[in-house]
Nanobody, 126 residues
Framework: QLQLVESGGGLVQPGGSLRLSCAAS????????IGWFRQAPGMEREGVAC????????DFADSVKGRFTISRDNARNTVYLQMNNLKREDTAVYYC???????????????????WGQGTQVTVSS
């Protein structure tokens, strides 16, 4: 069974940076598309970034374009979310999710992913 573990969250000041990691075990991520999602208190979960199984295709929510990047290291079975110029409104629990994929499929829609991590808290505050 594929298991995902997020790490790298924490407290950061506005304008700061964090890099989240999504480490997989149980299966190789080579054939999985990965999505990063977040959920703030009282808000619905939203898609933040996603990457295809090959890494060739990515997509981002408009709110993070130009600030966040997503990458994958299949040799380490890990996907990263680099978050720069963080804003208070980025505060949320961040989750990674995986879905078997091919032909560079990728999606920001959470219902299309079956495997989820437990989440990591990101707090942007001065």
């Amino acid at each position: 069974q594929l298991q995902l573990v997020e790490s790298g969250g924490g407290l950061v000041q506005p304008g700061g940076s964090l890099r989240l990691s999504c480490a997989a075990s149980g299966y190789t991520l080579d054939y999985y598309a990965i999505g990063w999602f977040r959920q703030a208190p009282g808000m619905e979960r939203e898609g933040v970034a996603c990457i295809s199984e090959s890494g060739g295709m990515t997509d981002f929510a408009d709110s993070v374009k130009g600030r966040f990047t997503i990458s994958r290291d299949n040799a380490r079975n890990t996907v990263y979310l680099q978050m720069n110029n963080l804003k208070r409104e980025d505060t949320a629990v961040y989750y990674c999710a995986a879905e078997p994929a091919h032909d560079n499929w990728h999606s920001l829609r959470d219902f299309e992913y079956d495997s989820w991590g437990q989440g990591t808290q990101v707090t942007v505050s001065s």
